[in-house]
C-alpha cells in the first residue's frame, strides 16, 4: 500500500468509529454492534480496509497489546469490598450461574458444532460474559424496574473482569496441552503459566500501586507509567512463560483495585478513554477480517446455538440465581431474557482463535465467526424486543420522574430530601467525599464522582430519573451536566442553578442558553442567593392545597416571602418551576416553596 493509502485507511477507520460511538449514542444501543456491523461492511462485503495487508505482521501483536489494555481496564473495575454489598441474586448469577451457563454452551458447542471438549470449554468462557458496554445502553431503553435493572449492572461490572480471567486460565491449558508431551507435561505448564502470570501481575500492580500511594510520581504521569507498566508487565511475562500476559495485566489491575490507600480514579479514567479509542478501531479490525463464508458455513446450527443460549442457559442461570429471592416470576423471566454478549467476547476471541491455529489446534479459527454471530445475535435480538417485553410482563418503570442532582451541598440536600419526601426518587451526585458522606448519614442516595465522566456512563445509575437538577456551586460543572444530560433527558427536564458571577457575565463569556439549562424557581434563583436565603432562615416548606385553602390563599398568606420551587398536582407528578411556568395550582396539589422570615 502506498503511503497515501494507508493515511485514508487510517483516517476512515477513525471516521468509521466516531460515526459509530455517536449512532450508539443517539439510539441508545450497544456500541459494539454498530462497530461490528460497520466492520463487516467496510472489510468483507465492499472490501475497502484489509487489516492484514494495512498492518502487515504488526497486526496481531497490536491486537494482543489493545486487548492486554482492555482487559486492565476492565479489573480496575472489581472492588472486592463490593462484593459484599451486592446482594445474594449477583453472587449466585457470577458464581453458579455463571457456571451453569458455562456448561450448557460447551455441551451445546461440542454436540452440535463437533469442536473438542477443550475448545469448547474455550468458547463457553468467551460467551458468559455480558458486560457494562452492552448491558448499560440497553438499561436505558428498557428501563425496567429498579431492582432488576441493578443486578443486570452489577452482573455486568463484576462478571466482565471474572470472565476474562477464566478465558485467559482456560486458554492457557489449551496451550499446555498442545504440547502433546502428555498429561503431566501439559498439566506442568499450565501451572506455570498461572504461576508466572499470577506473579507478574501481582509484583506489577502491587509496585505500581505504591508509586501512586507515595506519589513518587507527579499526578499528570500516573497515567502514562500506568500504561508503560501495564505492556511492560505484559510483555514481560510472556517473555518468562509463553502466553501468561493476559493473566498477568488481568490481575495486576484487580491488585491495583484492592490496595488500600491506592486512588485509581484518575488512571482510571484515563484507561476508559483509551479503552473507548482502542475499542472502536479494534472491533472496526476484527469485523474487517471476518470470513463471511466461513460464518455462512456454519449453516442453521449457529440459530440452534443461540437459541440455547437463550432459551435455555440464561433460563437455567436464573433460576438457580434466584431460588429463594424475593422476586417475582415476571421480574425474573425478564433478567432470564437480557443478556447480551460484548467487549470481552469479541475482542479475546480474535487474538486466542489465531494462536490456537497457529498452535495446530483445528477448528480454532471458526472461534471468531461463532463468537460474532453470538455477539450480534444477542445484541440485535434483546435490543429489539426487551423493552416491549417488560412492558408485557409490568416490570417496565413508567415513564421516569426522579431527580438527578448534581451536587451533594447543604442546599442540595435539603432540596434532595424535600423531592423525597414528596416522593420522588432522588439520586445526589458529587466529587466531594464530605458532601457526599454528609449526604449518606442523611440517607439520601449519592454517586461519588462526576455524573459527566467516563465511569458515571457505566455506573450511574438512572433507572426512575427523569430530570437533572444541577445545584453545584460551580457555574462550570452545571452546564457541563446540563450538556451531558441534555439529550438523555431533554431539554425541558434540565434545570440548573447559576452564579452570580456567571450571571453577570456578557453573552459572549457565557455558555448559550441551550446549554445551560431552565432557570429553577420562580423567580430564578442564584446558587449563592439560594444558600443565603438558607443560612438566614428561611426554609423549604411543603403545603397542600385544599378547597379550604387555595392557590389564592397561598399567595396572599406568603405574599413576596416565597419562592415556589415544585409543584405536585392531582396524579402524582412533581412541576419544576421556572419562571416562565403558567401553573395553576387547584385541589389537590402541593407546592415546595422556599419561605424567607418575617422581616
Not at 442 to 452: I, M, Q, R, V, W
Not at 456 to 473: C, F, I, M, R
Request: glycine share 10%; with cysteine.
Amino acid at each position: 500500500m502506498t503511503e497515501q493509502q494507508i493515511l485514508l485507511s487510517f483516517g476512515g477507520i477513525g471516521i468509521a468509529a466516531l460515526g459509530s460511538q455517536w449512532l450508539a449514542w443517539r439510539l441508545k444501543l450497544p456500541a459494539i454492534l454498530f462497530l461490528l456491523l460497520t466492520g463487516i461492511l467496510v472489510g468483507p462485503v465492499l472490501g475497502w480496509l484489509n487489516p492484514q495487508e494495512l498492518f502487515g505482521p504488526l497486526l496481531m501483536p497490536l491486537v494482543s497489546l489493545a486487548v492486554a489494555l482492555i482487559l486492565f481496564e476492565g479489573s480496575l473495575t472489581l472492588h472486592l469490598s463490593e462484593w459484599r454489598e451486592i446482594g445474594t441474586v449477583v453472587h449466585r448469577l457470577v458464581t453458579i450461574g455463571a457456571l451453569s451457563t458455562w456448561a450448557v454452551i460447551t455441551l451445546a458447542t461440542h454436540w452440535l458444532l463437533g469442536f473438542d471438549w477443550l475448545l469448547a470449554l474455550l468458547f463457553g468462557t468467551l460467551t458468559l460474559v455480558t458486560g457494562p458496554t452492552v448491558i448499560v445502553p440497553m438499561l436505558r431503553v428498557v428501563r425496567p424496574k429498579a431492582s432488576i435493572a441493578n443486578i443486570l449492572r452489577w452482573e455486568g461490572i463484576v462478571i466482565d473482569p471474572i470472565g476474562a480471567l477464566l478465558a485467559v486460565v482456560v486458554y492457557s491449558f489449551i496451550i499446555a496441552s498442545a504440547t502433546g508431551e502428555g498429561l503431566s507435561h501439559s498439566l506442568l505448564t499450565f501451572g506455570g503459566v498461572i504461576m508466572c502470570g499470577s506473579l507478574f501481575g501481582i509484583v506489577g500492580g502491587w509496585i505500581m500501586g505504591h508509586i501512586v500511594r507515595r506519589q513518587w510520581l507527579p499526578e499528570y504521569l500516573q497515567s502514562l507509567a500506568t500504561l508503560a507498566s501495564v505492556l511492560g508487565v505484559f510483555i514481560a511475562a510472556n517473555e518468562v512463560m509463553h502466553e501468561s500476559g493476559l493473566l498477568a495485566v488481568t490481575l495486576m489491575g484487580m491488585w491495583m483495585a484492592n490496595m488500600k490507600g491506592v486512588d485509581v480514579r484518575n488512571i482510571l479514567h484515563f484507561k476508559e478513554n483509551l479503552s473507548i479509542f482502542l475499542i472502536s478501531g479494534l472491533f472496526i479490525l476484527l469485523a474487517a477480517r471476518l470470513d463471511l463464508n466461513a460464518m455462512i458455513g456454519l449453516g442453521p446450527v449457529v440459530l440452534v446455538l443461540l437459541l440455547i443460549i437463550q432459551f435455555i442457559a440464561r433460563p437455567l442461570n436464573v433460576v438457580l440465581s434466584t431460588f429463594g429471592s424475593k422476586l417475582n416470576w415476571r421480574e425474573r423471566a425478564l433478567l432470564a431474557w437480557i443478556a447480551p454478549r460484548g467487549i470481552v467476547a469479541a475482542a479475546v476471541s480474535a487474538i486466542f482463535a489465531i494462536r490456537l491455529d497457529e498452535a495446530g489446534h483445528e477448528g480454532a479459527l471458526l472461534l471468531v465467526p461463532l463468537t460474532f454471530a453470538v455477539i450480534i445475535g444477542t445484541v440485535v435480538l434483546q435490543s429489539a424486543t426487551a423493552r416491549p417485553l417488560a412492558r408485557l410482563l409490568k416490570v417496565a418503570e413508567p415513564a421516569p420522574s426522579g431527580f438527578l442532582i448534581v451536587g451533594a451541598n447543604g442546599p442540595a440536600r435539603i432540596i434532595g430530601k424535600a423531592l423525597q419526601q414528596l416522593g420522588s426518587r432522588v439520586l445526589l451526585t458529587d466529587s466531594n467525599w464530605e458532601n457526599i458522606r454528609s449526604a449518606r448519614m442523611e440517607n439520601l442516595p449519592t454517586y461519588f464522582g462526576n455524573p459527566a465522566s467516563e465511569h458515571a456512563e457505566s455506573h450511574l445509575d438512572l433507572v426512575g430519573l427523569g430530570y437533572l437538577l444541577a445545584l453545584s456551586p460551580s457555574g462550570e460543572l452545571n452546564t457541563l451536566a446540563a450538556v451531558r444530560f441534555h439529550h438523555e433527558f431533554g431539554p425541558q427536564r434540565v434545570f440548573a442553578l447559576t452564579n452570580g458571577q456567571e450571571s453577570r457575565r456578557s453573552d459572549k463569556h457565557r455558555a448559550s442558553h441551550e446549554y445551560r439549562g431552565q432557570p429553577l424557581g420562580s423567580p430564578a434563583l442564584t446558587y449563592g442567593q439560594l444558600a443565603s436565603e438558607l443560612s438566614q432562615g428561611a426554609e423549604l416548606y411543603s403545603t397542600n392545597l385544599t378547597d379550604n385553602f387555595t392557590w389564592e390563599d397561598y399567595q396572599n398568606l406568603h405574599g413576596k416571602r416565597i419562592t415556589l420551587l415544585f409543584a405536585r398536582d392531582g396524579n402524582g407528578w412533581v412541576h419544576v418551576v421556572t419562571p416562565d411556568s403558567e401553573l395553576k395550582p387547584g385541589t389537590g396539589w402541593t407546592l415546595l416553596a422556599l419561605i424567607r422570615q418575617q422581616s
